[in-house]
């Protein structure tokens, strides 16, 4: 998770929930008498005291002197927002959970919270488009999953296969 600062009146900074080190969740949690769990359950949930403790903190990393006092944003110059590796976690499952007659726009219209909750949203649109396009065999590989049709350089539905797990395995042989 990433809490994206936007003030008014600077550059936009993202800081990175994930490397926040043990004194540093140490702190946040004594100061906000709770626990780091709690403190990440609160920013699932935009909590805006539990943005502000985390960035403050991350932002003493280059700005040792900045204070709690000093250092209170507009509550909508503060998101939580989900990173790369997270929307490509989110989107894998969620796709595979969805009905296999899915449209992939279906698909996109059903995991538009993943999108909206993303740091890049292009990238997330993008990613669950592809992943809605490609086949659900859990065996598939990247590689294998860039024809919508279910059709991969190495086998056709007319032609033998190459691979050991084949798509189309009802009218191909497995090769050794």
């Given at each position: 998770m990433l809490i994206v600062y936007s003030p008014a009146d600077g550059d936009v900074e993202l800081l990175d929930i994930g490397s926040v080190r043990v004194n540093e969740a140490s702190i946040i949690s004594r100061n906000m008498d709770t626990t780091w769990k709690q403190v990440k359950q609160r920013l699932a949930e935009d909590?805006?005291?539990a943005m502000r403790m985390v960035a403050l903190v991350l932002k003493r990393r280059s700005q040792p002197s900045v204070r709690l006092e000093d250092f209170n944003p507009l509550v909508d110059e503060l998101?939580?927002?989900l990173d790369k590796t997270e929307i490509k976690e989110w989107a894998t499952e969620a796709v595979a959970a969805i009905d296999d007659g899915a449209t992939p726009e279906q698909t996109l219209l059903v995991l538009r919270p993943i999108i909206d909750a993303a740091v890049d949203p292009e990238y997330a649109r993008e990613l669950i488009l592809k992943l809605a396009a490609a086949p659900k065999d859990p065996a598939a590989t990247a590689d294998e999953t860039e024809y919508p049709s279910g059709q991969t350089e190495e086998s056709t539905p007319t032609g033998a296969s190459t691979s050991g797990s084949s798509?189309?395995?009802?009218?191909s042989t497995a090769t050794a």
């Open positions: 909590d805006p005291e998101a939580v927002r798509l189309t395995s009802s009218t």
